[in-house]
């Protein structure tokens, strides 16, 4: 079985360096053997990659590959605090969040980014239960947000 962080770097991938929380909370927590996940938005070198309602300002497209920085930043925080990416031994939920324009119903879409990348990077460990949720803002105008549980190995 491939390791996460062989499959990381077989996509060109690296892990970025973990996200500073904009408020009161940290970006991960270890309870037993899982890891839970603050809500990671698209922060790509300290700064947002976009912003916007998705199916207005940004195309549901952009936003699938802003949910893939997300759940890049979310593995990045897990690894923090499990002590490296290797320790992550899968996937169990992720809830997507999707800064929705009026009547833009492709949430699930939207966050297929997430779960696709989780489960390249996870393979069939990667495999999770999942929620996509439409909102009408996200925080710092940000076009989705998102979350997951690790369990470790």
């Not at 700064?47 to 998705?54: C, I, N």
């Not at 031994?89 to 833009?104: I, M, Q, W, Y």
């Not at 990667?126 to 979350?147: D, F």
Request: with cysteine; glycine share 14%; aromatic share 4%.
């Amino acid at each position: 079985m491939t390791r996460p962080s062989e499959a990381l770097a077989a996509l060109g991938l690296t892990l970025p360096p973990v996200v500073p929380p904009v408020a009161a909370y940290i970006p991960a927590v270890r309870d037993g053997d899982k890891v839970w996940t603050s809500g990671q938005l698209p922060m790509v070198d300290g700064a947002l990659a976009a912003a916007g309602l998705v199916g207005a300002e940004v195309s549901a497209e952009e936003a699938q590959a802003l949910a893939r920085i997300c759940a890049l930043n979310a593995i990045a925080a897990a690894a923090d605090v499990a002590g490296g990416i290797d320790a992550l031994a899968g996937v169990l939920k992720v809830v997507g969040f999707v800064a929705s324009a009026p009547g833009f119903t492709a949430q699930p879409g939207v966050i297929n980014g997430a779960s696709g990348l989780l489960g390249e990077v996870f393979g069939e460990a990667g495999r999770h239960a999942r929620s996509a949720v439409g909102v009408a803002a996200l925080p710092l105008g940000a076009p989705v947000e998102v979350e997951v549980i690790f369990r470790l190995g």
